[in-house]
């Protein structure tokens, strides 16, 4: 859904879809002006749909144990299987989340921060960065690009990450290239060699 013109109060009725069809994977609000605002609706409707989730094979746990207790009790059907759902992962499913060009600024990158740090979240790819010369380019500094970083330190599921056009990030200090350094390997690929390519050029 790119350039939607998405934002916060719109937000809110796309949650309430992602909640109804949980098992969406793919996310691309990219252009839009979700601001800080609409990602603070998104993180917290992806950890209700965990806690949805939970609930879910909670009762399908019940379901299952009260089942291989009639079978028991059943002379016809004394090994029959349970014949319960197949949900077995509490997790939120989105692996793919687009929010480029969306005048994101500090409080929206401390939201996603806090998600990527979240025990159920599986996000793989996770897309901040802006068009040139966009209206709504993403407002993300030294600081930001940290908290991004140190939360990186405790999330097992992410692999790409992009901060395509974030100027800012080297422009007060070489704080954040500093900590993306201690979370990931330089002489890696992907969003190291990014962002040693950025970190040149503000040298």
Not at 168 to 187: M, Y
Request: with cysteine.
């Amino acid at each position: 859904m790119p350039s939607q013109r998405i934002g916060p109060g719109t937000t809110t009725a796309l949650c309430k879809v992602l909640l109804e069809v949980p098992t969406i994977r793919l996310l691309d609000l990219h252009e839009n002006v979700l601001r800080d605002r609409g990602v603070s609706t998104l993180v917290d409707t992806f950890i209700t749909i965990s806690e949805n989730n939970k609930r879910a094979i909670a009762k399908q746990e019940v379901r299952n144990t009260l089942e291989r207790m009639e079978n028991l009790y059943s002379q016809d059907d004394i090994l029959s299987p349970t014949s319960s759902g197949s949900l077995t992962d509490h997790k939120c499913n989105i692996t793919f989340l687009n929010l480029g060009s969306n005048d994101i600024g500090r409080k929206g990158i401390e939201y996603l921060s806090e998600w990527l740090t979240h025990e159920s979240c599986q996000l793989k790819t996770l897309i901040l960065g802006s068009e040139k010369n966009g209206l709504y380019g993403n407002k993300i500094d030294s600081e930001c690009a940290s908290l991004l970083a140190v939360s990186l330190r405790r999330n097992q599921s992410l692999t790409a990450l992009d901060l395509n056009r974030c100027e800012d990030i080297g422009k007060k200090d070489q704080k954040a290239f500093i900590d993306f350094a201690n979370t990931f390997d330089l002489s890696g690929k992907g969003i190291s060699a990014y962002i040693d390519e950025q970190k040149e050029q503000h040298e």
